[in-house]
């Protein structure tokens, strides 16, 4: 079993940053990859990043790269997600989530979930 909880959000202007922050718990959860999503109002859920427990390769979509940093915190079992030059369509609720694959961007893989947080940026 694995627990996650997300915090951090906000409302935020165009261009400004927030940090979200996952606790992750339970004895299964360093043999699990973490990875961000996002899902906005009528849309799909999305992959953000991820990264392992054990590696320093994380993995982004496109559209994260040069703006999203993840990382981790193994000590205290926390994955963050800073997330700089906001834009309004980055508003969403953002799911932190543990799958058994690594490397996986797909949703279907990811076995436990968070209850969200949501993101606002404003114009």
């Known amino acids: 079993q694995v627990q996650l909880v997300e915090s951090g959000g906000g409302l935020v202007q165009a261009g400004g940053s927030l940090r979200l922050s996952c606790a992750a718990s339970g004895r299964a959860v360093v043999w699990h990859y973490i990875g961000w999503f996002r899902q906005a109002p009528g849309k799909e859920r999305e992959f953000v990043a991820a990264?392992?427990?054990?590696?320093?390769?994380?993995n982004y979509t496109e559209s994260a790269k040069g703006r999203f940093t993840i990382s981790r915190d193994n000590a205290k079992s926390m994955v963050y997600l800073q997330m700089n030059s906001l834009k309004p369509e980055d508003t969403a609720v953002y799911y932190c989530a543990a799958a058994f694959f690594s490397g996986s961007r797909v949703a279907t893989d990811y076995r436990y979930w968070g209850q969200g947080t949501q993101v606002t940026v404003s114009s």
């Open positions: 990264i392992s427990w054990h590696d320093d390769m994380p």
